[in-house]
């Protein structure tokens, strides 16, 4: 994926992720993340909750936890 993109989209893409500035933060916001994340390591992240084994990829490979973490959210 990241070979068929434009190196100055790939660029802009990353600058803006990393130098992200949230100027209203809503505390209601929960953040679920995978520890084994290498595309947004969970030590660059506020996290309410974490997946154990979960990656940037997690919404299609743990799906089911995803979900449940939902369900109990709500």
Same mark, same amino acid.
């Given at each position: 994926? &990241? +070979?068929?993109?434009?190196?100055?989209?790939? =660029?802009?893409?990353?600058? /803006?992720? *990393?130098?992200?500035?949230? %100027?209203?933060?809503?505390?209601?916001?929960?953040?679920?993340?995978? @520890?084994? @994340?290498?595309? &947004?390591?969970? +030590?660059?992240? =506020?996290?309410? &909750? *974490? $997946? %154990? !084994? !979960?990656?940037? /990829? /997690?919404? &299609?490979?743990?799906? %089911? $936890? *995803? !979900? +449940?973490?939902?369900? %109990?959210?709500?």
């Amino acid at each position: 994926m &990241l +070979k068929s993109k434009d190196k100055i989209y790939m =660029k802009r893409a990353v600058d /803006m992720i *990393i130098n992200w500035q949230r %100027e209203i933060y809503n505390p209601n916001i929960i953040q679920i993340h995978g @520890d084994h @994340d290498n595309t &947004l390591p969970i +030590k660059n992240v =506020k996290v309410t &909750l *974490i $997946v %154990e !084994g !979960g990656s940037h /990829m /997690m919404a &299609l490979t743990r799906g %089911e $936890v *995803i !979900g +449940k973490l939902i369900r %109990e959210q709500l």
